[in-house]
Structures are given as C-alpha cells and as structure tokens.
C-alpha cells in the first residue's frame, strides 16, 4: 500500500502515521522527521534547512524531493509506505508523479485528517509545551497555518480529481481517529 496523510499542522498526521505504520507495516516516511533529526545531528542538510524550519517556512521543493526520492529507495521501502508531510506543494505533487512513473508503482489514496481550525492552535501550543520543538511557538504556528492554506490545501483539489483522496474526521481520541482511518483503509491493503 502507497499512500499519504495530509492535513493541517496539528491535525495529528504524525500520530495517525506512527499507527498506520505499525497497523499496515509499512515505514511511515516524514519529511519534517528526517530534517529535524538532519538538524539535531548537525548535518549539511540540517544546517540548510534550520533557519527556515524554525521560520515555519517551507524547505525548497529540490531539496524536499530528493530526501524522499533518495528515502524511498530504500529496502523497507519496496512494498509499499506512507508519507507523511510530502507533497505539500503543486510542484511536489508533480516530483512524485515521477517518482512513481519511475518505479511503475501508483499511490493507493491519500488520506486527509479533517479538523477544526479552531482547535488546531491550541493543539500546536501543547505540542510545543510537551515535545519543544523549535518551531511550535505562535508565531511560527501561525506562519505555517498560512503557508498550508496557501500552498497544500489546495492539493486536496488536485487528488480529489484523481479520485484517490479519502476523508476522515480528525477529531476524537486517538484510538477514535485510528478506528476511522483502518475502516477507511482496510479495502486498499489487500
Ligand atoms: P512537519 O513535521 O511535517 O510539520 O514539518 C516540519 C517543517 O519541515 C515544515 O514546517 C517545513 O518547514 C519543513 N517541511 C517538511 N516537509 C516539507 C515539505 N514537503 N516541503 C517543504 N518543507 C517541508
């Protein structure tokens, strides 16, 4: 099964992904994960991409798309993963076109956690408070609401034309979102 997980920062992708993963085994690739270990290791690629991160601005798309073309090459990769975090740009969504024309592999769907946008601020707050990741502080927050509503939220227009995107209501506990996500994805991962 190939497949994404889009929604809005804070929607609780990363979670749902980590579930999915172990679920459906398959490896849950996220671009923000591999920068911000890139970052903590000190790495040419995390020194680049650190002011902008910590900005809440978006990494350049040939920068993004290789530490996924380069990812998804690798062995635990072969039957199938999710990614979490890519694409997030038009541009993004044509390089993995041809990732997968490439490979002769297809997405199965795309995922879209849906939430409220009003408690999607508060979420990020707490986030910040029990994880400190450097870019959960409210402005930054609020700059990457804006970039996803400018840049991604668009491309759910995109995969909804192609018929692959699935919808799934965000909001409950964890276990609840999960339930959701299985029953919508069961028929994909025969
Ligand atoms: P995330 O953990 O997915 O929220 O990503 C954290 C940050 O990493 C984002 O706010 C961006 O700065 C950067 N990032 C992650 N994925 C991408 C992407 N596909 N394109 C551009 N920047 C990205």
């Known amino acids: ?52 991160i910590s900005a809440g601005e978006f990494v350049p798309d040939v920068i993004t798309t290789a530490v996924v073309a380069k990812r998804l090459l690798e062995d635990d990769a072969h039957n199938g993963w999710l990614l979490d975090g ?30 409220d946008p009003e408690t999607l601020i508060d979420r990020l707050v707490k986030r910040a408070e029990i994880e400190g990741r450097a870019d959960d502080n409210e402005t930054t927050i609020r700059r990457r609401m804006e970039v996803y ?3 991604t939220a668009p491309l759910l227009a995109t995969y909804e034309e192609r018929g692959l995107l699935v919808r799934v209501n965000g909001e409950g506990t964890v ?16």
Not at 97 to 111: M, P, Q
């Open 1 to 52: 099964m190939r497949l994404l997980i889009m929604g809005a920062p804070g929607a609780g992708k990363g979670t749902q992904a980590k579930l999915i993963a172990n679920h459906y085994r398959i490896p849950a690739i996220s671009t923000g994960a591999i920068f911000r270990a890139n970052i903590a290791a000190k790495t040419p690629l995390g020194q680049r991409v650190h002011q902008l």
């Open 86 to 115: 890519y694409p997030r740009t038009t541009d993004q969504v044509e390089a993995l076109d041809i990732i997968l024309e490439d490979a002769k592999r297809h997405l199965d769907c795309v995922l879209c956690l849906e939430t």
């Open 149 to 151: 509503t400018e840049e």
């Open 175 to 190: 276990d609840e979102v999960a339930g959701r996500i299985f029953a919508a994805l069961d028929k994909y991962s025969a």
